[in-house]
C-alpha cells in the first residue's frame, strides 16, 4: 500500500464515519472532502471542482427543476381522477394502481418528487374508499424507488453509474438501456407488495366518514386527553387584562382554542382580546404543566430588603456583548442557547432599535451583530472576552446601566412560606423564565447567600429568592392560580367543529425550510394566523411540550386554525396538505405543455439529437419561459444538498482511480470471491452495496463503488456494464428503513408507521429484487470479455 492510497483510504474511512454518525450534515462532509482531496494533492484543482460541471451532475438538477414544472402545472390532479377512475375501491387493485402509477413517474421524474406529488392524492383516495392509508403509502413510497431503477433519469445513482463509465473511456448506458431489468424489477416488485407484502402492513382502523371527520384527527392527535376549560373568576386579577398579559398561551404550553362569552364561542382569540369575569377559555396543553406553574403563586413578596439587594448587587456585574460572525450561537434561541451552561451569565435583554427588549427573550432567535445585555458573577463577566462568539464586550456595574435598564426597579425580593407545596423542587421543574422573564439571582437561606443558582437548585421552605422581572408579573401568576379548571371539556369541543374553527393534517415537503427548528421558534400563531395542536411521529402523538419540538421531514401536523388560513397552507411550499377543505383546483391549463416538454427531452435523447444533460437543461428553461414554473420556483425545486454532496464526492472517485486505491480495495474483494467466479463478485458487490444504502447517501455510495467495480472486472477481464448495472440496481433499492431514503421518510408521519413496519416489508422486498436482479442479469446483461 503506498503513501497516496493510504491517504485516500484514511479520507474515505473519515467520511463514512461522518456519514453514519451524522456528527456532520452529508453536504458539508462533501465539501471536506473536496477540500481534503485538493490540499493534500491527490486530485488538480480542475478535478476537484470538475464534479459542479459534471454532465451527471447537470442532468439530476435539470430534472429536478422539469419534475417541479409538472407538479406545477397540476399533474397531480389528473393523475389522482385517473386513478381513482380505473382502482376502484379495492385494496389489492388501488396498490396495483398507485404503485405504477408512482412507478411510470418515476422513471421521467425525481422520485422524492413524485412521492411529494402523489402523497396527497393517495392519502385523499385512502379516506374516499375507507382504505387505511398505512396500507397504501409505504406501497407508494417503494414504487418511486422501484420506477426510478427503469431508465437513466430515474434516479441520480443510474446517472452517476453511467457517468463513471464514460470517465473511464467505457460504453455508458443509454436512456433506456435500464428499462428491460428495471421494468422486470418494478413488475415483480408490484406484485410482490400487492400479493404478500401488503399483509405485513399496519392496518391502522380506517375512517368511517366520507369526508375528513374532524372528531377521527382529534381521536388520532389524543386532543381529548389534553383539553380542558379555564374559568375566569369575576373577581380575578385577570380581569381587564388581555390575554398577552395573562400569559396564558404558547408560552406556557398551552393553546387557547376558543373563548366562550355569553353563550358565545371566538375560535383562536387574539392575544389583545381583555378577558372578562365568568370567561371560558377552552384550553389545549397539559393541564399537569399548568398546575406546575401555578404552584409558583405561593411566593410572598418581601416589601422591604434592601440589605439583601444591596448584598446581590454587589457580587453581580452586567455587560453588553455584540455577537460574532460564525459563532455557533448565531440561529439559535435565547432558551437553546444555554449561555447559563456556557458561559455562566444570564441574558436579560436585546437591543433594539427602540431600546433594551426585557420581556418574552425565550423564543428570540440570535443574529450576527445582534447585542445583548447579560448579568453574572464578576468572575465569570471577566470570562467573556476569551470567547470567539463575541466581537465586543463591555463591562459595566448596575450603576452605570441604572438609566438604560432601571435594575432597581426590576429587582424584587419574594419568600416562599414554609409549607408552600414547592419545598423540594427545582427552579429547572418552572417555566418562569419562559413565561415571566424571571430570573432567580440568588437564594438567601439559613444566613448564607448562594449567587446565580442553577437549575438544579432545590428549593426550601423559608428560603428568600431575589428575583429580577416585573413586580406585577406575580399579580398575574395570582391570577392563573384563581382560574378554575374544569378537565371535564369534552360537551365544549363543539368549538373544533366551527365553521371558522377547522382542524386539517399536513406534512413537510421534503425540500422545506422548516425542518429542525422548533415549534417556539416557528410561532405559527404569528407567522400563520394558526396554532400546531399535535404532531404525530414514528405511530404515535408526540405528548411532551411542542414548543421545544423540533420538527422532522416525516412527521404529520395537525394544524387548527380559521378556514381561509389553512386553506392558504395549499399553496405553501414547505408543506403538503393532507386534508382536503375545498381548495381551489390546481390550474392545470399548462398541463399538456409540461408534458410535451419532458416528452420532446426524452425523444431528443433517444435520437440521439442531445446528451441528457443538455436536452434538460433546454426542457427546463422551455418550461421556465413558457410560464410552467417560475425561475424563483425553480431554484427551489433543486435539491442543493444533493447537488454539493454528488459534486464533492465525485473527485474522491477520481482519486481511488487515479492513487489506485480503487484496484486495491478490488484486490480484496477479488482474494474474498475471485475464485468462485465472476457471478459469485457480482453477488457480492451487490449485496455490499444493498447493505451500504442504510447507512450512506446512495449518490455518495454509487461514486465510491464504481471504481472499485472497474477494477474488480479489469482484473476478471470482462466488461464492467453487467456489474455496473447490478451495483445500480442495488443502490436505488433502499426498502430496508425510513432513513434509507427520502421518500420513505416523507410517509411515515402521514402513514403511522413505525421502524419496525418498513423492516417487515422492506427485508423481503429487498430479497425479491435481489433474486430477481440475479435471475434477469444473465440473459438481459450476459458477461462480455473485454
Known amino acids: 500500500m503506498t503513501t497516496e492510497i493510504a491517504i485516500v483510504l484514511g479520507i474515505l474511512a473519515v467520511s463514512l464515519v461522518l456519514f453514519i454518525s451524522e456528527v456532520i450534515r452529508m453536504d458539508l462532509v462533501a465539501m471536506l472532502v473536496l477540500g481534503a482531496l485538493a490540499v493534500t494533492g491527490l486530485v488538480t484543482a480542475d478535478e476537484a471542482l470538475a464534479g459542479f460541471s459534471n454532465g451527471a451532475v447537470v442532468t439530476v438538477w435539470a430534472m429536478f427543476i422539469l419534475s417541479e414544472g409538472l407538479t406545477r402545472t397540476g399533474i397531480a390532479d389528473i393523475i389522482g381522477r385517473q386513478v381513482m377512475r380505473i382502482a376502484g375501491t379495492r385494496e389489492f387493485s388501488m396498490i396495483v394502481v398507485i404503485m405504477i402509477t408512482g412507478a411510470v413517474l418515476s422513471a421521467f421524474m425525481n422520485n422524492i418528487g413524485v412521492a411529494a406529488l402523489m402523497l396527497p392524492v393517495v392519502v385523499d383516495i385512502a379516506r374516499r374508499t375507507r382504505i387505511p392509508p398505512s396500507r397504501l403509502l409505504m406501497p407508494l413510497a417503494y414504487s418511486t424507488l422501484l420506477g426510478g431503477l427503469m431508465t437513466l433519469i430515474g434516479t441520480p445513482p443510474n446517472l452517476l453509474i453511467s457517468a463513471s463509465l464514460t470517465q473511464n473511456g467505457e460504453q455508458p448506458f443509454a436512456l433506456f438501456d435500464f428499462t428491460p431489468i428495471g421494468g422486470g424489477v418494478m413488475v415483480v416488485g408490484v406484485l410482490f407488495i400487492a400479493l404478500f407484502g401488503r399483509l405485513l402492513l399496519p392496518k391502522k382502523k380506517a375512517k368511517q366518514d366520507r369526508a375528513v371527520s374532524q372528531r377521527?384527527?382529534?381521536?388520532?392527535?389524543?386532543?381529548?386527553?389534553?383539553?380542558?376549560?379555564?374559568?375566569?373568576?369575576?373577581?380575578?386579577?385577570?380581569?381587564?387584562?388581555?390575554?398577552?398579559?395573562?400569559?396564558?398561551g404558547t408560552s406556557t404550553g398551552l393553546i387557547i382554542l376558543a373563548l366562550t362569552r355569553g353563550g358565545r364561542n371566538e375560535p383562536l382569540p387574539g392575544r389583545q382580546t381583555v378577558l372578562r369575569g365568568g370567561d371560558g377559555l377552552l384550553i389545549q396543553g397539559r393541564v399537569d404543566q399548568f398546575r406546575e406553574l401555578r404552584r409558583w403563586s405561593d411566593l410572598v413578596i418581601e416589601r422591604e430588603a434592601p440589605v439583601l439587594k444591596s448584598m446581590v448587587a454587589s457580587k453581580l456585574m452586567y455587560a453588553d456583548v455584540q455577537i460574532a460572525e460564525g459563532s455557533p450561537l448565531v440561529g439559535e434561541l435565547i432558551r437553546?442557547?444555554?449561555?447559563?451552561?456556557?458561559?455562566?451569565?444570564?441574558?436579560?435583554?436585546?437591543?433594539?432599535r427602540d431600546g433594551y427588549r426585557l420581556t418574552n427573550l425565550a423564543y428570540v432567535p440570535l443574529r450576527s451583530g445582534d447585542r445583548l445585555l447579560v448579568q453574572g458573577e464578576e468572575d465569570a463577566m471577566q470570562q467573556l472576552e476569551k470567547f470567539a462568539d463575541f466581537d465586543e464586550v463591555n463591562l459595566a456595574s448596575v450603576d452605570e446601566i441604572e438609566d438604560r435598564y432601571k435594575a432597581d426597579e426590576r429587582m424584587f425580593v419574594v419568600r416562599l412560606p414554609k409549607d408552600s407545596d414547592l419545598s423540594?423542587?427545582?427552579?429547572?421543574?418552572?417555566?418562569?423564565?419562559?413565561?415571566?422573564?424571571?430570573?432567580?439571582?440568588?437564594?438567601?437561606?439559613?444566613?448564607?447567600?448562594?449567587?446565580?443558582?442553577?437549575g438544579d437548585e432545590t428549593l426550601e421552605g423559608g428560603d428568600l429568592l431575589l428575583i429580577e422581572g416585573q413586580p406585577g408579573d406575580l399579580d398575574v401568576l395570582r391570577g392563573l392560580q384563581e382560574l378554575e379548571i374544569d378537565t371535564r371539556s369534552a360537551a365544549n369541543l363543539g368549538a373544533f367543529e366551527s365553521e371558522r374553527l377547522t382542524l386539517m393534517d399536513a406534512t413537510l415537503d421534503p425540500r422545506t425550510r422548516l425542518a429542525g427548528k422548533t415549534v417556539g421558534e416557528l410561532n405559527f400563531r404569528e407567522r400563520y394566523g394558526i396554532e400546531l395542536a399535535g404532531i404525530w411521529?414514528?405511530?404515535?402523538?408526540?405528548?411532551?411540550d411542542l414548543a421545544d419540538e423540533r420538527l422532522q421531514v416525516g412527521d404529520a401536523l395537525l394544524l387548527l386554525g380559521p378556514r381561509d388560513r389553512l386553506q392558504l397552507l395549499a399553496s405553501d411550499s414547505d408543506f403538503l396538505v393532507l386534508t382536503p377543505l375545498g381548495q381551489e383546483p390546481p390550474d392545470?391549463?399548462?398541463?399538456?405543455?409540461?408534458?410535451?416538454?419532458?416528452?420532446?427531452?426524452?425523444?431528443?435523447?433517444?435520437?440521439?439529437?442531445?446528451?441528457?444533460?443538455?436536452?434538460?437543461?433546454?426542457?427546463?428553461?422551455?418550461?421556465?419561459?413558457?410560464?410552467?414554473?417560475?425561475?424563483?420556483?425553480?431554484?427551489?425545486?433543486?435539491?442543493?444538498?444533493?447537488?454539493f454532496l454528488i459534486a464533492g464526492m465525485l473527485p474522491l472517485g477520481t482519486a481511488m482511480s487515479e492513487t489506485g486505491a480503487a484496484t486495491y480495495l478490488a484486490d480484496q474483494v477479488m482474494l474474498l470471491l475471485g475464485d468462485?467466479?465472476?457471478?459469485?463478485v457480482i453477488m457480492g458487490?451487490?449485496?455490499?452495496?444493498?447493505?451500504?444504502?442504510?447507512?450512506?447517501?446512495?449518490?455518495?455510495?454509487?461514486?465510491?463503488?464504481?471504481?472499485?467495480?472497474?477494477?474488480?472486472?479489469?482484473?476478471?477481464?470482462?466488461?464492467?456494464?453487467?456489474?455496473?448495472?447490478?451495483?445500480?440496481?442495488?443502490?436505488?433499492?433502499?426498502?430496508?428503513?425510513?432513513?434509507?431514503?427520502?421518500?420513505?421518510?416523507?410517509?411515515?408521519?402521514?402513514?403511522?408507521?413505525?421502524?419496525?413496519?418498513?423492516?417487515?416489508?422492506?427485508?423481503?422486498?429487498?430479497?425479491?429484487?435481489?433474486?430477481?436482479?440475479?435471475?434477469?442479469?444473465?440473459?438481459?446483461?450476459?458477461?462480455?470479455?473485454?
Open 424 to 454: 423540594g423542587a427545582t427552579l429547572a421543574k418552572s417555566r418562569l423564565a419562559d413565561v415571566f422573564d424571571f430570573r432567580v439571582l440568588a437564594v438567601f437561606r439559613d444566613g448564607k447567600l448562594k449567587t446565580m443558582p442553577r
Open 537 to 544: 411521529r414514528e405511530g404515535e402523538p408526540v405528548g411532551t
Open 588 to 643: 392545470t391549463r399548462r398541463a399538456p405543455l409540461a408534458a410535451f416538454i419532458m416528452l420532446s427531452v426524452i425523444v431528443s435523447v433517444m435520437l440521439g439529437l442531445a446528451p441528457i444533460s443538455i436536452a434538460a437543461v433546454i426542457g427546463g428553461t422551455i418550461m421556465v419561459l413558457l410560464g410552467c414554473l417560475t425561475m424563483e420556483q425553480a431554484y427551489r425545486a433543486i435539491e442543493w444538498r444533493a447537488i
Open 216 to 248: 377521527s384527527l382529534r381521536s388520532r392527535y389524543k386532543l381529548h386527553e389534553r383539553t380542558f376549560l379555564l374559568r375566569v373568576p369575576y373577581d380575578s386579577v385577570l380581569v381587564g387584562k388581555t390575554i398577552a398579559e395573562s400569559r396564558i
Open 685 to 786: 458487490l451487490y449485496i455490499l452495496t444493498a447493505m451500504a444504502t442504510m447507512i450512506i447517501p446512495t449518490a455518495a455510495l454509487v461514486v465510491l463503488m464504481s471504481p472499485i467495480v472497474l477494477s474488480a472486472m479489469s482484473d476478471l477481464g470482462l466488461a464492467p456494464q453487467t456489474a455496473m448495472m447490478a451495483v445500480a440496481m442495488a443502490a436505488s433499492a433502499s426498502f430496508t428503513s425510513p432513513i434509507s431514503h427520502p421518500a420513505n421518510i416523507l410517509v411515515m408521519g402521514p402513514g403511522g408507521y413505525r421502524f419496525v413496519d418498513y423492516l417487515k416489508v422492506g427485508v423481503p422486498l429487498t430479497l425479491v429484487v435481489f433474486i430477481t436482479v440475479m435471475v434477469l442479469l444473465p440473459t438481459l446483461w450476459p458477461l462480455t470479455p473485454l
Open 676 to 680: 468462485a467466479g465472476p457471478w459469485p
Open 336 to 352: 437553546d442557547a444555554a449561555l447559563r451552561s456556557r458561559f455562566d451569565v444570564l441574558v436579560v435583554g436585546v437591543l433594539r
